[in-house]
């Protein structure tokens, strides 16, 4: 996938996703979070196609975030 793919792809997992070139941070998107997060806790890099959920200590690659979402990755079916 492109940067602007894997960007898309963050953005539709994370509402209001901030940017700083190809860093985004915003607030955590899992359900395993526990509810909203007063402050935003997940940073996802779009160059690499990773995440980290800095409040739950975890973090992966895209794949992981889709299946953990329900959100579909481009070009990837989710299996559940």
Do not use: I, Y
């Not at 997940?42 to 975890?58: L, P, T």
């Amino acid at each position: 996938l492109s940067v602007h793919e894997k960007r898309a792809f963050f953005e539709e997992v994370v509402q209001g996703l901030k940017w700083r070139g190809d860093k985004g941070q915003g607030h955590c998107p899992l359900s395993s979070h526990g509810g909203p997060d007063r402050k935003a806790s997940f940073s996802c890099d779009a160059q690499k196609g990773c995440w980290f959920c800095h409040a739950e200590g975890r973090g992966g690659g895209m794949v992981a975030l889709a299946k953990e979402t329900g959100v579909n990755l481009p070009g990837w079916k989710n299996e559940r």
